[in-house]
């Protein structure tokens, strides 16, 4: 890996063509990525390739004025001090603030690279091309704006905002509260049957602790098997498995927690105590997110969590 100031103006040149093609490409990407579900968007980044791809023309026009036709292949990851950065335009469907965040990065990292090099160029046209890219990509955020404004008027960024908005409830919420569901309530019978059968906290907890951890592995692999999300637009698999997963230990290890305190009395008014907010959590989220009447949510939820409660104290005191 070769030391950027250790680079001829040639092999500046040759880099500066490789990470504008980079670009160029990596924009392309975001635009196919992001057609389908945020169209205005996905102009926009076609503006930005076009950007990149007028940057390495001029770039490649003065090389071959200077150094000939053959062009060194230098790129990034052969030169120290450049960011690695995350395929994620290799993942559909495209996240909306994803992809702009970084985006943003590119463009800083894109105009530091210019300014060190016009600081390092000795030939004056080398130099002025270099300074004037630099410059360029100064106000890129300008002229990303002013693309975002011409492509993305008011009522085209309102819908792509409300589509971002379904993909974050189809590929997070809804994964995430169906285990958090699934933890909280589940797991009601086994910990609240081992408590009262044995009355003894720390065996409630052990219960506790197995049933939510064997329920959030269940549930993990449960929806990351379910789907490959290629027709559904329910994103990764093993990402919602993975959210699905956590959010079904912590919604059983929730009211396990309490039973880490010796006195089984306080343990029990407690765990009763954090049942009732998790119910509480889950009924706020349906609301919120799956647009569930309150009272409705309430009512299903409240209901489920009481039947599977009375069955584990049930069970328990038999």
Not at 48 to 67: P, W
Not at 71 to 84: A, E, H, N, Y
Not at 209 to 217: D, R
Request: charged residues 25%; aromatic residues 8%; contains cysteine.
């Amino acid at each position: 890996m070769r030391n950027f100031n250790s680079l001829s103006e040639r092999e500046i040149l040759a880099l500066a063509i490789s990470l504008e093609e980079e670009d160029e490409r990596v924009y392309a990407d975001y635009a196919e990525g992001l057609r389908e579900n945020f169209p205005g968007s996905a102009a926009v980044f076609d503006g930005m390739r076009s950007e990149e791809s007028s940057h390495r023309r001029r770039l490649i026009e003065l090389y071959k004025q200077k150094f000939g036709d053959h062009i060194p292949l230098i790129r990034r990851q052969d030169v120290k001090g450049f960011v690695s950065r995350r395929p994620v335009w290799l993942v559909r469907p495209l996240g909306l603030d994803t992809v702009r965040n970084q985006a943003s990065a590119m463009e800083v990292e894109s105009r530091r690279f210019y300014e060190k090099a016009a600081a390092r160029a000795q030939d004056p046209g080398v130099r002025q091309l270099l300074d004037d890219l630099a410059q360029e990509e100064r106000s890129h955020e300008d002229r990303a704006e002013k693309l975002e404004k011409d492509k993305l008027r008011p009522d085209v960024k309102r819908a792509e905002d409300e589509s971002n908005r379904r993909l974050f409830v189809l590929q997070i919420v809804q994964p995430g509260l169906a285990g958090l569901m699934d933890g909280s309530v589940s797991t009601l019978a086994p910990v609240f049957a081992a408590a009262f059968a044995t009355r003894s906290s720390w065996d409630a907890f052990v219960v506790g602790l197995a049933a939510s951890v064997g329920a959030g592995i269940s549930m993990g692999f449960a929806e990351a098997l379910s789907d490959d999300g290629s027709l559904t637009g329910r994103g990764h698999p093993w990402i919602r498995g993975l959210v699905c997963g956590l959010m079904t230990a912590l919604g059983g290890i929730g009211h396990t927690l309490p039973f880490l305190i010796k006195d089984f009395s306080v343990a029990m008014v407690a765990a009763v105590f954090v049942v009732l907010i998790e119910l509480g959590v889950i009924t706020w989220i349906r609301h919120r997110y799956m647009e569930t009447p309150v009272f409705s949510a309430a009512l299903q939820v409240g209901l489920g969590g009481v039947l599977v409660f009375a069955t584990g104290v049930l069970i328990g005191s038999s």
